[in-house]
RNA sequence: GCCGAAGUGGCGGAACUGGUAGACGCGCUGGACUCAAAAUCCAGUGUAAGCAAUUACGUGCGGGUUCGAGUCCCGCCUUCGGCACCA
């Protein structure tokens, strides 16, 4: 009667595919509950410890739920469109489309190997045809919507230009790019052309010219991940910020709903504080500045309109539409100079480098619409297009960055605020009294705001305005692996959806992924498919990752529909996501994206819902240690030379690269003392060749060809590496893969163990140390059904109080710990319980058969198996889940601490009914409590019922 | 740089609402069983002083509130996640 855990972990998996256990109906008359995992990218490496975490808890929660009675739908598919895969494809030329499918095929094996209740049935792969032909529609629904401010919902294109024809742009309540003004006499004059212009401005999908990183020398447009400190990451070649006409989302129509609606999630409000940090909405107001010697205004965006007095310069991003106008002839060369520069910078080295500004003058001037002063136009990078009207005015005397700006280029302070009233008051905060500023001067900063805003409106220079940091959803990658647009263009270039009935529009097939040399898609290299018969053309652009994964978790729901992204029925019945678990990288990316089409189809009248995630947890990463060597820069004598971590201690590490080595060379892995010896670092040769002839230096000797040489006296001929925590990623070399866990320990230990290492949430680098409590704690359970030799399970006595008492505080504990899901101390109570029972020597059925079902959804295979054993023939994961039994957990004394002015000095047990009264003379008449009172009075006693007792003295 | 999170024994962590800091597990030490080992079982284990009873100190650092602070407030430090084309 032995615990052999890899048999009966196969019996059972296969058991349950076969009586399709997991299966979930639509037609029940049992309340709903959905729970869903972040689905993963099948990446080439495998499903490595760090996934199943969430996983793990999820399915811990499901089959919970399922046991209490609820109908639980709980699927897992794959976000198979990627980057990644397209790599691999140019390097190697395996179609993307195979080597996903590959990976999709271990993933789902390694999935089921950890036993995981996953309706298999309801599977989604964004990369099939029969799913994204759904994304592409939806996509069309976006480029056929508009977002009418005033209703608050998205409505047809066509009744905007029906507004168009009779009002013109007059009164419109549209959500637009850049507001434009026609009547309706100039509508009906415009072209194709034109009209679909002005379309695309108010379009929910629609294009613009947005930047993408190009890099010359690759020939391609890189993501940001692909690209380090202005270089590519590949080869180290330089990056410029490029112009291309590109598809766009106007995710800011939504902006407002998505910061209000966030109230009625149960989030963290950690993460809800991110995403309206990210919406980053502000009051303020649109100011526009006359350009001199033009007929042209510069248009800015203020939080700080009382301020307009102290503007002694204004500040056009480099990339605005205006640069070449402002720039004059003497400026000419520096402003191109400046402008290459830029190119070079990522966003983030703009917005990031506060210390050093950089800007140059254009040459013109506004003129201040009150003072009607000249006040220079600079351009400079801290000044992003995206963000506002891509131009600020410059008031340095209470903007941080400005004020350092103004410092670097000196240019004039002007001191408008006067904070002498608020001593700890910061350059930016809103308080303090006008001065210097005309009619402004004595009012309170937030009077002054008010004031301001009505004298810009009164001379029709300026009025109230809501701006948002949120910029919108570029949609457009020059990629082969995503999903098409379902778009051609006619003889005029004008954009014509493809019809619904035609879709899906698939992915031709193709042999070369390299993009073309003028930074278009791969797809432009199949010519058939471009060019259609008619002589339209097609996008070539593909969606990026976020498109599917968008709104993945609604076709679960039906996830097999011919006829529709998912049936009325369905999307009636299971509403919404109950329960979201995914790391906190997805807060602010993903998590924004799904709302936003979840809030669209909503307004569409498609979904019963306004929200798609009820609640979400983030689980934290489980993190690798990254093992690495570090490489000399130079060559030394034209050979290459590794260095002991201990050696470069002290050094410039500039001059070094550290390599990273996989992780199974490395001896001692993961501890301080990590070292290569002489095997390794010949495993290490064989696997990167390039270093064969390479040296290897340790501090007491070097080994070259896979021989050590000790200097004198020397005998150590370890080469200690570099360890750092950091992600689990094929590309360190760092990853461990659950099944060779699972192999050692099983699957229900793999499973407990990651649970058991701490709360969900938190980050932890792996490591199995300790996993062996959790196994030993899996046989201890086992041992109280069986020995070597027999069953040990009595059926027929009455167990004691004791033994009901623990049971019962157990069920009370799981219950209320999954509840908060606070899994990890879930496994102490199991094992706090199996600890006491075994003292007790407990075998009763009473209390074993409620245990059993107690711990089958964090054991699932141990607990089917016992569950038969136990003589029931269905499975324990559609039994009812151990309801408490209050009056087994009434103790009879309790015990409370004496402290004396907050420090524990007694201990005294009492009857629980004891009042405080009695309580209180008791403690005070305790031997340890009259020797320390010594010498002291009592000043002040209290008493918290059932929890202490502390004794003010003095 | 900005936004968010975390820091507790040798290690992973527990302490839910401010109320016995260190549950549970690993590791370590000693013991039982064994020819021996593994497995299993028993006992001990925050640090310092002490034969001991015991005492002092102790939750990243510095301050504060409170009868009482790991928990609340203010100011720092370190690590991790995100920052709009990794997914």
Redesign the pocket.
Known sequence: MEYRIKELEAKWQNWWDQERTYAVPSDTQKPKFYVLDMF??P?GAGLHVGHPLGYIASDIFARFKRMEGYNVLHPMGF??????AEQYAIQTGVHPAESTKENMTRYREQLRNLGFNYDWSREVNTSDPEYYRWTQWIFLKLFSHWYDQVAQKARPIHELVDQFETLGSVGTTACCGEEMVFSAAEWKGMSDVQKEDVLMNFRLAYRRV?F??WCEELGT???????KDGFSERGGFPVERRP?L?WSLR?TAYAERLLNDLDTLNW????K??QR??I?RSEGAKVTFPIQNTEQELEVFTTRPDTIFGVTFMVVAPEHDLISLLTTPEQKQAVNDYLHYVQSR???DR?????QMTGVFTGSYAKHPFTGKQIPIWTAEYVLKD?GSGAIMAVPSDDDRDRAFAEMANLPIIDIVDRSGWPDAKREDKVGRMMNSDFLNGLEVNAAIKKAIQALVDRGIGERKINY???D??F????YWGEPFPIVYNDKGIPVPVSENELPVTLPPLDNFKPTSDGHSPLARSRDWVELDNGFVRETDTM???AG?SWYFLRYMDAQNQDAFASRSALDYWQDVDLYIG????????LMYARFWHKFLFDLGLLPTNEPFKKLINQ??I?GVIESIYLLKEKVNGQYLFRCAGLVEGDDLSQYIPIPVLIDYVREYGTDSSYLDVDSIRQFVDWRPEYKNAKFECAEGSIENGVFTPKTNGTGSKLFTHS????MSKSKYNVINPDDVVGIYGADCFRMYEM????I????PW?T?????????L??FW?LFANQDQWLVDETGQPDRDSLRILHQTIQ?IR??IN?F?I??C??HF??CV?EL??LDCHHLAILEPLTLLIAPFAPHMAEEIWHRLGHESSVHHGLFPIVNEAFLVADEV???V?I?????A?ITVPTETDAKTLEEQALQLP?IVK?MEGLSVR?L?I?PG??I?I?AG
């Open positions: 993963p990218y990446s976000d198979a469109f990627g980057l990644p947005s993408v990183n447009v890189l993501a940001n991940d692909e690209v291309m590109q995710i963290s409000d950690a993460l504080a991110m940090n990210w980053g990522s966003e983030r917005l990031s480098d506060v210390k963000y940091k949120l910029r959803a570029l457009s990658r020059q990629r990026p990752g976020y994964s790391g906190t990288e997805h807060a602010v990316g993903h934290g990463m993190q750092e925590v950091g992600k058991f290492l701490g709360p949430e938190q980050s932890k490591d140390k300790g996993i062996d409590g959790v196994s030993k704690f046989k201890r041992s504990r209320d710990d908060r606070s990890n101390t496994i102490s094992m706090i600890n075994k003292r015990v409370y601490p402290s002015n907050g420090k524990r000095r201990e340890e320390w002040k209290i918290v929890r202490m502390n003010v």
